[in-house]
């Protein structure tokens, strides 16, 4: 394998690179960078509306569960729906909750041209809208990982571990959420200084419902149309339920020597991470309880006269073979 890298760029640097982008993401832990210290704000007598696009992944219902039981402790009362990856039904479920005029509304995650119309008309009723994992000018303030940071560091993970060459295979099926949009710009934009990495074509596209299974069959089907070993180094996944499939799907197959990267850190993939002979290679950890309770605090602070910034960021942790032993037990998984 050639170790050559662009000008001023080398093996050694990206790896210095990557274990500095580990530490970064790893400090100030379970605390958002824009947390406003002693500060806390009551909701008692608030009725607060909580939407979320689904349920069924790690992420989202640790995020939702953590909404519910901080609107509780504030003092406040909780209304909260779940559309169940169904965008006919998270529609419904926004109208009906700009119906019952409650004193805020957050929605968590959604395809932004789908739900944008609804949080805008609840913001015409005057209605203050706060968002998680959403990029809208419909917003007050959006609760969210530093999703640039995120795609860059991953990427970069992926870049060291291949040896700056070798062809990736990209699921690529929810552009359409900001974050998964944001994570993806961030892996093009590093690799496009590295020539020698190229993004298989067409990009896969990854589903809900049936993620795992699905991202199984269509990595089981690229592995028979690339069947030399070192033909493929690589698959990255904008979030880590197509990275658990197509880990399986590499597993099965005995195409162990491709990496398989995502990000969330959900605690089944973490595990994978933590095996040495599982093709699991790295995976950006997010704090989605975090984030939950960050949004509704924000809301008690809106709701208070308070000001906001546009967004609050809540830390990730980038998670490789050498540390994600400490990165689960940071996050209390395992």
């Known amino acids: 394998m050639s170790n050559e890298f662009p000008a001023g760029v080398n093996r050694r640097n990206l790896l210095k690179l990557t274990a500095a982008a580990g530490m970064v993401a790893g400090a100030g832990i379970l605390t958002s960078r824009t947390a406003f210290a002693g500060e806390e704000f009551s909701l008692k007598g608030k009725r607060i509306g909580i939407s979320t696009a689904g349920t069924d992944h790690f992420f989202d219902l640790q995020a939702y569960n953590a909404q519910i039981e901080e609107v509780k402790r504030l003092g406040g009362e909780p209304i909260a729906v779940d559309a169940g990856r169904n965008d006919g039904k998270l529609v419904s479920q926004l109208q009906t909750l700009i119906a019952q005029k409650p004193d805020a509304i957050v929605q968590l995650l959604g395809t932004v041209s789908v739900i944008d119309p609804w949080l805008k008309k609840a913001r015409d009723a005057?209605?203050?809208v706060l968002t998680i994992d959403v990029g809208t000018t419909n917003?007050?303030?959006?609760?969210?990982?530093?999703?640039w940071a995120i795609g860059k560091d991953l990427a970069l993970q992926l870049v060291s571990d291949i040896g700056g060459e070798g062809n990736?295979?990209?699921?690529?099926?929810?552009?359409?959420?900001t974050p998964c949009a944001i994570r993806y710009d961030q892996l093009v934009n590093v690799i496009k200084y590295f020539p020698k990495?190229?993004?298989i074509q067409p990009e896969l596209r990854d589903v809900i419902p049936n993620t795992v299974q699905d991202a199984f069959t269509q990595i089981t089907a690229i592995l028979n149309k690339y069947p030399e070993k070192g033909s493929i180094k690589a698959i990255w996944s904008a979030w880590d339920i197509p990275q658990l499939g197509a880990t399986q799907a590499l597993t099965s197959a005995g195409r162990t020597e491709i990496k398989t990267y995502g990000v969330d850190g959900s605690p089944e993939v973490l595990q994978l991470v933590a095996d040495a002979n599982s093709p699991a290679s790295g995976n950006v950890a997010q704090q989605p309880a975090e984030l939950?309770?960050?949004?509704?605090?924000?809301v008690a602070r809106?709701?208070?006269?308070g000001t906001l910034p546009r967004e609050s960021y809540v830390p990730a942790l980038l998670a490789n073979k050498e540390n994600v032993g400490e990165i689960s037990k940071?996050?209390?998984i395992g």
């Open 126 to 128: 005057g209605i203050p």
């Open 139 to 147: 917003s007050i303030n959006n609760s969210t990982s530093d999703n």
């Open 168 to 177: 990736i295979v990209v699921f690529n099926g929810f552009y359409g959420v």
């Open 197 to 199: 990495v190229q993004i």
């Open 292 to 298: 939950g309770r960050t949004a509704i605090r924000n």
């Open 302 to 305: 809106h709701l208070a006269g």
């Open 330 to 332: 940071k996050l209390g």
